[in-house]
């Protein structure tokens, strides 16, 4: 049994990703970094060949959370059956080339799942980016897992409805957010390499400064105003006349 006081066996062993000190946040071996300090500070990264489950509602900034990961990439990123139209302008606004995004619109959910699944596995992808129908099953997420690790890219799997994330699917990494008046807020409850992490922010006013004020004028309009006080009514004493 090797001797684990010794210095140079410690090493050695994290230099193999065999053990990690407990005061670090781990970086994971296959991750990719993620462009902004907080997600890579408390969770290393994201993953660089694998799965991850986006729990989010609609348009709070989830694409924009996950687009500085992929800015470095020289393959191509597919979105397959995104709920918005991509344009030119967004991906040149957020110095990423035009020429390495494609967007698939699939008629049904088995197409759908086959243009992911090749897109994933055929080696050419840096990342692949789809809406699943309610309807994705366990045995589904595990074939397009292996599929994404066979073509050393990153499956974003993005899941907008407000039903309770379902942790037992073989994801690398589950994604929680939620809209925050600076930016996003990230919790991850489970996964594949290391222990989950509550909430936390990112902040987005430095890169999109419009972004949040135009989320905390919404937010702050939508918010339901406390009524007027009403003035206190005064009853005029009466007074009998005499006959």
Known sequence: MPNLEQPEMLETLEQRHLIWRGR?????????????????????????????????????????????????????SVMVNPPFQLSAEALLAEQLTPERWLVVRSGTDKDALWSAEQSVKSGCCDSVWLW???????????????????????????????????????????????????????????????RPVGAFSVAMTARWPELCATYTEKHRAAMPKAPMPKAPIQKTPMHRTAV
Do not use: C, K
């Open 24 to 76: 670090e946040t781990p970086t994971m071996p296959g991750t990719r970094a993620s462009g902004w300090a907080e997600v890579d500070q408390y969770l290393g990264g994201l993953p660089g060949a694998g799965a991850v489950a986006v729990h989010s509602p609609l348009a709070i900034g989830e694409i924009r959370l996950l687009w500085p990961s992929v800015q470095a990439g020289e393959r191509l």
């Open 132 to 194: 699943p129908s309610p309807s994705l099953s366990q045995a589904q997420v595990r074939r397009l897992q292996l599929a994404a690790r066979t073509g050393e890219a990153t499956l974003f799997l993005f899941f907008t409805d407000s039903r309770t994330p379902n942790l037992s699917w073989p994801v690398d990494m589950h994604l929680v957010l939620a809209p925050h008046p600076d930016g996003v807020r990230v919790s991850v409850p489970r996964r594949r390499q290391g």
